[in-house]
């Protein structure tokens, strides 16, 4: 049967993209907001220590098409963000910034534009050996946005979490887990290795 596809102008090539790792953060056990580091040690399991760390995580809001509760693989090992990003958000929101570590980031990458648009299997090639690959975007929740809303003293807490869950729409930059692990330095240079990419025609 002949390829239907192998002569269409829509299907975009692989590329790769070059930025550099620009923040650390990792999270205690006991809360998703995150504190600045100089290194993260990765494992198999994600984050050495860290809030989301481990082979499987428990579903929730994000898979309706399970039950509450249902154990399943951790796609979601490593939060990533983007400063000019963040910098829309904030600006959307009326503050004057949103930090990465109010939302749960454990990294900040510059250099690759629209970060949060890096499509799913997207590899990041890491200078010291680490490789991440890409899940998707992080669905903006009112859980971070309640936590912008405390540590920005904002007057209605409420109001400014539904604000961020607009604002950061496809903004709140993309989670990853730990394909290659070893450990990453804050300053170092990574490679975003992009895949085809198509639009399934049904």
Known sequence: MT???ATRTDI?????????????????????????????????????????AGLTRRSGGREPWYPRGTEMRNERHISILAADELDIIASAMGLADVKPEWIGANMVVDGIPSLSMLPPRTLLF????????????NAPCKVAGRSIAERAQTADHTSTALDFVKASKRLRGIVAWVEVPGLIRSGEKVDARLPEQWIYPG
Request: aromatic share 10%; hydrophobic share 40%.
């Open 12 to 52: 975009l090539p692989a590329r790769k993209i070059a930025g550099r790792v620009s923040g650390l953060f990792q999270a205690p056990k006991d809360s998703f907001v995150t504190a600045a580091t100089d290194t993260l040690d990765l494992t198999f399991e994600g984050i050495r220590g860290d809030y989301h």
């Open 3 to 5: 390829d239907l596809f």
């Open 126 to 137: 890491f200078e010291g050996g680490v490789t991440l690959k890409v899940d998707g975007q």
